[in-house]
């Protein structure tokens, strides 16, 4: 099978290397193994009874302070973020991290090693789709310590970074797309970093046992201090970038959207996490299918066609499903890429426009009412539209469930309906229309 981004993708053999922890210290081997479709990563803890393995879910989530931590159970696995990251940034949806202690190798402190160890073992293609989010309104978290990560809708995975120490000191900024061969030259390189007034309080909680100039970069005033000189003018905002990918890789879906990140950290990556679980959890839970009733409860194309006067493109109900009472009634609305509207109306984004909604919502109480009145004789006509709420977007594929009631006449000239229209079960726009209908 051709390689493309759209199928889930594993490593194609094993792959080991070996190194020092950096919070514990401890030496260790990690082997990379091929796993199956649906198999997301999972970390295997070689080195306990049973080998238990963890998989790097949010749920799992345990600790997040200068790195990290996942674990079920007693078990954990430290400073999982950069295997993560490599293993997302590189296009690997499938793999077991297998290690014989609880903490990857640091290697020098940069995702380089493990993008190397990918490349040893080859990237496979498997024959079932990639599992995504797709961002479809503004997602935003923010921390008592300034950091702010907002996720807006986009068709690629972008990333818009700032990245500032104490002071402001070595504020840096950078924004691109993340691809495999981005993250690989331009984001894996970027090695981790410490300002030296955060060493003694991260030796004093038993942490970086493993760290050294050889695998760290620390900042002490306005000095570098490295083995080497700094990969790259802005290496530090490029590692900050590298700990976001591995941090949102815990949702266990590609991203489709654009962040734009002010002074992240572990902590408020997490946080995006979380609201971005939620959300997948809605939606999933809405997603479920919904049996559409047929025959004599309702009206077919032609029979909503024989009441109302309007044809494409402003016909805006498919059919009625079902009159619930003399007062109710229930249509849908199934919405295509087809329709005229998007043509003009956020092309690069297509969302339904709430005016159609609304004409939606009066077409089917017109209909409700013309039953009622059990005549065609007459044209129903807006007078006022109260209470209108656009609840959330529309898009192409979804079908709309459009809800009227009657509650008010005067006769059978005026009326008043309370009308809303439905996604998913969701309420995504409602308001009470007024129309008055007169002879043809």
């Known amino acids: 099978m051709a390689s493309t981004p759209e199928f889930q993708h594993t490593v194609g053999k094993t792959a080991s290397f070996s190194g020092t922890s950096l919070h514990t210290g401890e030496k260790v081997s990690l082997k990379l193994h091929p796993a199956p479709v649906d198999h ?13 393995t963890i998989d790097a879910r949010l749920e799992n989530l345990k600790t997040v302070e200068r790195a990290t931590t996942i674990g079920e159970g007693s078990v954990r696995v430290h400073t999982v973020e950069h295997v993560l990251a490599t293993l997302s940034g590189m296009g690997v949806d499938n793999a077991i991290v297998e290690m014989d202690a609880n903490e990857p190798p640091i290697g020098d402190g940069s995702a380089q090693p493990y993008v190397d160890l990918i490349k040893r073992a080859g990237v496979t293609a498997q024959e079932e789709p990639r599992k995504f989010f797709d961002v479809r309104e503004p997602v935003h978290v923010e921390s008592k310590t300034g950091a702010l990560l907002v996720l807006l809708p986009d068709e690629k995975f972008r990333i818009s970074c700032t990245q500032a120490g104490p002071d402001n000191r070595f504020a840096q900024y950078l924004s691109m797309e993340v691809t495999p061969a981005v993250f690989e030259r331009e984001i894996a390189p970027a090695r981790t970093f410490v300002f030296y007034e955060d060493v003694e309080p991260l030796m004093e909680k038993n942490l970086i046992k493993g760290g050294s100039l050889e695998n760290a970069i620390v900042v002490r005033g306005d000095a570098v201090l490295s083995k080497e000189p700094l990969r790259f003018p802005d290496e530090f905002v490029r590692h900050k970038m590298l700990d976001i990918i591995g941090d949102l890789a815990l949702i266990g879906r590609r991203i489709r959207g654009h962040l734009v990140a002010v002074k992240p950290g572990h902590a408020v990556n997490a946080d995006l996490a979380r609201a971005l679980t939620r959300e997948q959890t809605r939606r999933s839970a809405l997603s479920v299918t919904r049996a559409v009733p047929r025959g004599d409860g309702g009206f077919d194309t032609d029979e909503v066609m024989q009441i109302l006067p309007h044809r494409f493109p402003f016909l805006m109900v498919d059919r009625i499903i079902s ?40 077409q089917v109480a017109s209909i409700l009412l013309f039953k009622l009145a059990k005549t065609t004789s007459r044209i129903g006509y807006f007078m006022s539209a109260d209470g209108v709420k656009f609840r959330k977007p529309v898009f192409p594929g979804d079908t709309i469930f459009i809800h009227a009631e009657l509650t008010k006449s005067r006769g059978e000239r005026l009326a008043k309906a309370k009308c809303h229209c439905v996604v998913n079960d969701a309420v995504v726009s409602e308001g009470e229309l007024m129309f008055t209908f007169l002879d043809k």
Not at 41 to 51: G, M, T, V
Not at 330 to 349: A, S
């Open 323 to 362: 009159f619930e009472s003399e007062t109710k009634c229930i249509g849908i609305k199934t919405v295509t890429i087809n329709e005229p509207f998007f043509q003009g109306h956020f092309p690069g984004h297509p969302v339904m426009p709430g005016v159609m909604q609304v004409e939606a919502m009066a």
């Open 40 to 52: 997301g990563i999972k970390f295997k803890r070689k080195d306990l009874q049973d080998e238990p």
